[in-house]
């Protein structure tokens, strides 16, 4: 026995610097790699994630790259159509529409952004919650996400930002809450197919604790789905502040705001004046239309059963 366990070469170790490190970079490469293939064969896909991309650009250098200063008025320009100097014309008050509808995409992505980050913290995270655990815990999210449904979604958000005030926090907070039935119980569904799964036994096995396997177990296999509710509700964030906006309870005037420029181009339709709501209009319709394109697109990328 002892010449046999001389004569037999070391295993390496798998805590090896050259091998674990190479692993996460390998990784990262086969998820571009097969990013590139889910949009070199879905058009569709691609021109989601371009869309996508002009908006964050809008968002980010907006208030930058605008020929003019979206909230400087200018009576003698008031009401001009669209033209060389003015691409979407001019408002009431002579502001180019242009400038303002381009920096309107920073605040409308930002409650995007802000509110399905929250709403995947409270809805997502409870959702996991009740379908792992079961028992109380599924029973008090249940009823929870049972109260928010009992009411029109958008008259329940209405109430909550009259109550709270209408402010850009209690837009994304009103917006979250109303999405956190559709989080939760989506989240409940597919944590409650996999808490049986051989994985999550074997994870239990190895002496992981209930909180380490749901979070690094559990969630990252519903992350897919997740994500495609995301990217669908981001569009329905967008919507709900724009109408909030146009009803006089979201954002107020005179921040650059699509649902706000809808709502005070709506006025002039009646006299001709139509670029004051038609371009805003259009800028909303665009990203709504650009994050529900990008859903599908996203599940292709992000699900490890899709990869080859």
Not at 90 to 101: E, K, N
Request: hydrophobic share 55%.
């Amino acid at each position: 026995m002892t010449e046999i366990a001389a004569n037999t070469p070391a295993l390496p170790s798998p805590a090896g610097g050259g091998g674990s490190g190479m692993r996460p970079a390998s990784g990262l490469i086969a998820l571009l790699r097969h990013t590139r293939y889910v949009l070199s064969e879905n058009p569709v896909t691609a021109f989601a994630a371009g869309l996508f991309l002009l908006i964050v650009i809008a968002a980010a250098f907006g208030p930058f790259i605008v020929p003019y200063d979206p909230y400087a008025s200018n009576t003698a320009m008031a009401l001009k159509p669209p033209s060389a100097a003015h691409w979407f014309g001019t408002d009431q008050l002579g502001r180019d529409v242009f400038s303002r509808v381009i920096v309107a995409t920073q605040l409308d992505f930002f409650i995007a952004i802000a509110s399905v980050a929250l709403v995947f913290l409270m809805g997502g995270l409870a959702g996991v919650a009740a379908g792992f655990y079961g028992g109380w815990t599924d029973r008090i999210v249940g009823r929870i996400a049972d109260t928010i449904m009992a009411f029109p979604l958008f008259v329940l958000a209405m109430g909550i930002v009259a109550a709270l005030g209408n402010t850009v926090q209690n837009i994304i907070l009103a917006t979250a809450i109303v999405n956190f039935p559709l989080y939760a119980r989506i989240a409940r569904a597919e944590a409650n197919v996999r808490r049986e799964a051989g994985f999550v036994m074997a994870a239990r096995l190895s002496g992981n604790s209930d909180a380490r396997i749901v979070l690094a177990q559990v969630l990252p296999n519903i992350m897919p789905i997740m994500v495609v509710q995301m990217s669908l509700t981001m569009g329905y964030a967008i919507l709900n502040a724009a109408g909030l906006s146009f009803i006089g309870l979201g954002v107020r005037p005179p921040t650059a705001e699509w649902g706000i420029m809808v709502a005070e181009g709506a006025a002039f339709m009646v006299s001709g004046e139509w670029w004051i709501a038609f371009f805003p209009g259009a800028a909303l319709m665009v990203a709504v239309f650009c994050f529900n394109l990008l859903g599908d697109g996203l599940r292709d990328i992000v699900d490890p059963q899709r990869r080859t």
